[in-house]
T-cell receptor, first 115, second 116 residues
C-alpha cells in the first residue's frame, strides 16, 4: 500500500540551528506531486510547497529548502537558521494514489525551536 | 479573496445528537475536501468532491457520516447520530482542480467537535 513516513516524531533545536525534517514515501506511480504543510500551535494548516515528480531540482525559498530524491522516494525539508516562530508540526503530503487529487498525510514532525 | 470558511469553529454536543459542519470553498475552486484530524489517526481524508460531485468517499467512517455539496460555494458534513469517538478537528480544503492534477489544497481553520 502507498504510504508516507515521517520518522521523526519530535525535534527540538535551539534558535539559529539548521534542522532537516525527513519524509519518505511509497508509490507505484511515476507521476505524482509532493506537498509540505505547516500546522502552527494555532491549528491552521498552511501550505508551504508543491513539487511534481519530474522536477528533481532542489527548491529554496528564504530560509526553507527542499531536497527531492526520486531514486530514494524522499522529499526532505530543511529550515536554515531556525526561529522560534518556526515551532509547529510539519506534514509531508504526497499524492500517492494515481488518478486521485487527494493527499496522503504523514504523521507529522513536531518542531520545537527554543530561544 | 477570502480563504476557505468553516462554521462553526467549535461545536460541543451530546452523544446521539445530529451535527452539521459547514464549508465555503475559495471562489473559483472546483475541488473540495473534508479531512478529520485526531491524535490517534492523524489527518485523514473523509471525502472529496469535484465540480460538486462526490468522487471518493472511501474515507467516510460509516453510515452515520454524510456529505453534500449542493452548489459550488457550499458543502456540509453531517454526523447523525454523533458519538464520542467522532470528537476531532474537521478541516475543509479546496483547490482549483481543473486540470485533473493534485493542485494545492487550501485549508479552512477547522471545526473542533467535541461529543460528550
Amino acid at each position: 500500500a502507498q504510504k508516507v513516513t515521517q520518522a521523526q516524531t519530535e525535534i527540538s533545536v535551539v534558535e539559529k540551528e539548521d534542522v532537516t525534517l525527513d519524509c519518505v514515501y511509497e508509490t507505484r506511480d511515476t507521476t505524482y506531486y509532493l506537498f509540505w504543510y505547516k500546522q502552527p500551535p494555532s491549528g491552521e494548516l498552511v501550505f508551504l510547497i508543491r513539487r511534481n515528480s519530474f522536477d528533481e531540482q532542489n527548491e529554496i525559498s528564504g530560509r526553507y529548502s527542499w531536497n527531492f530524491q526520486k531514486s530514494t522516494s524522499s522529499f526532505n525539508f530543511t529550515i536554515t537558521a531556525s526561529q522560534v516562530v518556526d515551532s509547529a508540526v510539519y506534514f509531508c503530503a504526497p499524492s500517492l494514489i494515481p488518478g486521485r487529487r487527494a493527499l496522503t498525510f504523514g504523521s507529522g514532525t513536531r518542531l520545537q525551536v527554543q530561544p | 479573496d477570502a480563504g476557505v470558511i468553516q462554521s462553526p469553529r467549535h461545536e460541543v454536543t451530546e452523544m446521539g445528537q445530529e451535527v452539521t459542519l459547514r464549508c465555503k470553498p475559495i471562489s473559483g475552486h472546483n475541488s473540495l475536501f473534508w479531512y478529520r484530524q485526531t491524535m490517534m489517526r492523524g489527518l485523514e481524508l473523509l471525502i472529496y468532491f469535484n465540480n460538486n460531485v462526490p468522487i471518493d468517499d472511501s474515507g467516510m467512517p460509516e453510515d452515520r457520516f454524510s456529505a453534500k455539496m449542493p452548489n459550488a460555494s457550499f458543502s456540509t458534513l453531517k454526523i447523525q447520530p454523533s458519538e464520542p469517538r467522532d470528537s476531532a478537528v474537521y478541516f475543509c480544503a479546496s483547490s482549483l482542480g481543473d486540470r485533473g492534477l493534485p493542485d494545492t489544497q487550501y485549508f479552512g481553520p477547522g471545526t473542533r467537535l467535541t461529543v460528550l
